[in-house]
C-alpha cells in the first residue's frame, strides 16, 4: 500500500510528464512559422513636431499617445527626452 506522499508525487510527475509537448513537434510549429525580421517587429520612429512635442506633459502619456496615434511607450520616451515632466491631474473637490 503507498502511502499519501507517494500517491501525490506519483502524480505529481506524471503532470510534469504530460504537460511536454512530443520533442519533435515544437521544432516542426517553429519551422512552420514565417519569421519575422527585426524590421518587420520594430515601430516605426516617428517623426517629432513641435505641436506634438507641445501635447506632452499636458495630458497623460497614454491619451497623448491615442490622440497621436503612437504608442504609449513611444510618448513616454519622447517626454524622458525632452524632460518634461509628467503629468498631474489636478485634485478636484
Known amino acids: ?23 519533435g513537434l515544437v521544432g516542426l510549429v517553429k519551422a512552420a512559422l514565417p519569421r519575422q525580421t527585426e524590421q518587420e517587429t520594430a515601430r516605426p520612429t516617428p517623426c517629432w513636431t513641435p505641436n506634438m ?17 503612437l504608442e504609449r511607450d513611444q510618448v513616454f520616451y519622447r517626454r ?11 485634485n478636484t473637490v
Open 53 to 69: 512635442d507641445a501635447l506632452l506633459g499636458l495630458d497623460t502619456d497614454h491619451a497623448v499617445a491615442a490622440k497621436l496615434g
Open 80 to 90: 524622458l527626452m525632452l524632460r518634461i515632466p509628467v503629468f498631474k491631474a489636478p
Open 1 to 23: 500500500m503507498k502511502t499519501p506522499q507517494q500517491n501525490s508525487e506519483e502524480q505529481a510527475h506524471d503532470t510534469r510528464q504530460r504537460k511536454r509537448p512530443p520533442p
